[in-house]
């Protein structure tokens, strides 16, 4: 069974540029998370698709935003980047119901430098 | 505010020895705490998890305690091996029943094994 695949694994960009990344989750799943990983911050919840609906939402800027396709694939985007944005993005991949779906299954990430 | 994952940020241990991870949390809401695993250019992998209406969890090598009583999680893995090293996240996930959920993350424990 392939594992959460995130796509590209590096990226540079300049300020004021936009980006989008991507996540397959594991085959089944349906919801799919994403998190910025920063060595400030730790890992911050930004978003979570479930049936190509946002169903949760943390907080962050208007300028992150996401979509879930119907295979469940996932994009997330990055509007007029900061430097401040420069992180490790994972996405985290998860059945998506029921009480005991606690298990979320991470991809390697991308990392996004803003330069 | 939501708080969780109060943790020490190294831990050192030798080889062979048990490890003990503890973590702090402030929301009594939650409905699962988890322990995950990061290693060096990985997502977090999800290692055990506990329901906030239990005390212990037994898993391969390793057992979650929870006091609810003082807010306090622990990891402990039996016997530390060199590939134990990694940085190890409590985080907590509430599951409503017709809602969404997402994770709240610690700030991470780093585990150093000595050989």
């Known amino acids: 069974k392939a594992g959460v695949t995130q796509t590209p694994r590096y990226l540079i960009k300049t300020r004021g540029q936009q980006v989008t990344l991507s996540c397959s989750p594991i085959?089944?799943?349906?919801?799919v998370s994403w998190y910025q990983q920063t060595p400030g911050q730790g890992l911050q919840f930004l978003f979570e698709?479930?049936?190509?609906?946002?169903?949760n939402k943390g907080n962050f800027p208007g300028r992150f935003s996401g979509r879930q396709f119907s295979n469940s694939r996932s994009e997330m985007n990055v509007s007029t980047l900061e430097l401040g944005d420069s992180a490790l993005y994972l996405c985290?991949?998860?059945?998506?119901?029921?009480?005991?779906?606690?298990?979320?299954?991470f991809g390697q990430g991308t990392r996004l430098t803003v330069v | 505010g939501e708080s969780v994952g109060l943790h020490l940020p190294t831990l050192s241990v030798q080889e062979g020895d048990n490890s003990i991870i503890n973590c702090a949390y402030s929301n009594s809401a939650s409905d699962y705490f988890i322990w995950y695993k990061q290693e060096s250019g990985k997502g977090p992998q999800f290692i055990i998890d506990?329901?906030?209406?239990?005390d212990k969890r037994q898993g391969q090598r390793v057992t979650v305690l929870l006091n609810k009583t003082v807010k306090h999680l622990s990891l402990q893995i039996a016997a530390t091996q060199p590939g134990d090293s990694a940085v190890y996240f409590c985080?907590?996930?509430?599951?409503?029943?017709?809602?969404?959920?997402?994770?709240?993350f610690g700030s991470g424990t780093r585990l150093s094994i000595r050989p």
């Open positions: 698709y479930f049936s190509e609906t946002q169903r």
């Open positions: 985290a991949s998860s059945p998506g119901q029921g009480a005991g779906d606690t298990e979320a299954f």
């Open positions: 506990i329901r906030s209406n239990m």
């Open positions: 085959s089944g799943h349906r919801s």
């Open positions: 985080a907590e996930k509430r599951i409503p029943w017709s809602s969404a959920s997402k994770i709240i």
